[in-house]
């Protein structure tokens, strides 16, 4: 028999009973990260049913998708800006963590944030555990070595209720990244590359874990990018193993483990990586060393070319490419680079960490936004706000004419108040270019944020390899 | 959840690749706290005008379309957020199956817990659904197959939990709930 792999590992410490043909796993979850809106129902349907959240301990609650970006002080503020709808998510959420005993980490919170964002920040996310969230980015934390997927919302009311899980076990998937990054190209590019290698529906039914020397020389927030994008390739989550890079991050951090819990936490923490002999279902190589800055010219991720690129042609069969095409008012054959940009948007559960943002003002420092462009810069949380402003990266952002916001997805998903104006174009460091997402009738391409940097400063779809 | 077993229906196709949930439902519907009404947002920026008329070219909106409850859709449906509101709005359209060669994992969940039943066939049925759409099917689930309009019977998969669910309209949180016991040993031992 094959050696265990970490995904293997961690499944099976969670679980409460076996799989067997003809009932699913019972699966443990040690955190379940709650937002405003694939909640509200499952809280109906605990009220409905007379149930109580079984463990508020392991429950972190935020507000993040649908608050808005600009500074609030007051709920009589908010409701001015938001509309109603979204106003009335606010105050539902605020109202289930009051009537169900969860601390809300909510707009007087310096803890406030993406759940994505914040969960590794406070030290929450940890190695071997699992983690859900009614949201499909959750993949994120596996970056620290965590299981973590997104869930329904009826599977949110049945963690609330049992903290537990019905679950098919997936099949895993290794994704060996050899190689050195060169200079201006990021951890974004090598998940777009990957995307547009596997396809977007390459990983359905898989686990990733993201394996080899290149992937150990790799920062957590670079992870974090790389595990936050695993569902965009159709994959259930996507993984790293836990080292001493993680084991570093997560020191010291106010949910992280302290004391004697901290050696016991670490002793188990380095068992967790997959064994030499661990066999995986599927496999794929990346030379990251050949990776070029990625972006995308099309409505899914899995549309992707290198910056330098020729948009390809598509098959005459391929309808859908001919749609996307159509969507995107681009054409076959050409460079995208060169295209005007009408929004740059740095932020997002995918890029918006102080590693993001220091990327950014190194292009932006000195330089301008190019006219008739507006650039808006996101923080994840409050602390990515707090830990930028004592770097003094708002004050290079705005001098470069570009916006430094409050935290939030913001235009990542248009449903806050920030979105892109139908036929515009926007360069944007987040995670989906589907039709509309940004916006009705947005047009999006994904970047590293050094590529959004520089399409801002040019104007145009820019390589940021000549500003390095 | 009703109980689910045979679906006879007319199939409407929108043959389309990779329909993400965004298109299913876009992110500025999900600022409900309800699941009524929500039929109405299925895919809104592709059934309706600026003016919030409805677009004569999109299949929903065709005559043909009206009362069909199976949907024939192109591969890899349902990619892209957990929003279980698309499922939702599919149901609340009048939809009760949907038959692919690919359903994305999430999307697939979230169906099976409210309902919607995904149908997974083979690309050769499946080719032979696109080219041939409004016509009469039949899902069983107790048997894992669907009946072509000729009689010919395609087997599908079913997990066989799900299966079970639906046949009996088993609400899954009161059967985790049977295990309240199991689970508080489970974390007295590893907590
Ligand atoms: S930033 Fe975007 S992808 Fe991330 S949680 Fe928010 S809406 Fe989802």
Redesign the interface.
Known sequence: MSGKSLFDKVWD?HI??SET????A?L?IDLHLVHE??S??AF??LRT?GLTV?RPDLTLATMD??TPTVPINSLQELKVIS?P??F??II?MEKNCEDFGLKLRGFDSDERGIVHVIGPELGATQPGKTIVC???HTSTHGALGALAF??????V??VL????L?Q?K?KTFAVNLVGQLQPGVTAKDIILAIIGEIG??GG??HAIEYRGEAASRLSIEERMTICNMA?EG?A?TGMFAPDDTTFEYIAGRPLAPSGTAWDTSLSNWRLLPSCDDAKFDKEATLNISELKPMITFGT?P?MVIPVDGVIPTPSATD??FA?ALDYMQLEAGQPLAGTPVDIVFIGSCTNSRLSDLRAAASLFKGRKVADGVRALVVPGSAKVKRDAEAENLPAIFQAAGAEWREPGCSMC???NGDFVPAGKLAVSTSN?N????QG??ARTVLASPLTAAASAINGVVSDPRPFI | MDPVNKITSRTVVL????V?T??II???F??????EGIGENLFA?WRYQKDGSQRVDFILNQPSAQGAEILVA???FG??????HAPWALLDQGFRAVIST?I???FS??SL??GLLPVIVDSKTHQWLLDNPNIELTLDVENKQLTLPDGKTVSFPI???SR?CLLNGVD??G???E??E??SE??AQ?R
């Open positions: 410490m409460v009973a043909e003809d009932v699913p019972i443990y809106v694939t509200p129902q109906d349907a049913r079984r998708h649908s509309e709808e979204a009335e998510q539902q009614g949201d499909s997104g869930i329904g919302t009826t599977e009311c049945h209720a049992t903290q537990c019905l098919r997936p977007v529906d359905t039914g569902i159709g259930r899914n899995g309808t859908g749609k998903l248009a449903m989906r589907f039709e509309g997402r009705k009738g | 043959p389309l690749d990779d993400d965004d298109q876009p992110a500025r999900l600022r409900t706290t309800v699941r920026d192109g591969r890899n990619c892209g957020s957990s929003r279980e690919e994305a994992d999430i969940n979230n817990k409210n997990e066989n939990f079970y899954q949180l059967f985790l709930m295990f309240t199991v689970i489970f974390e590893t």
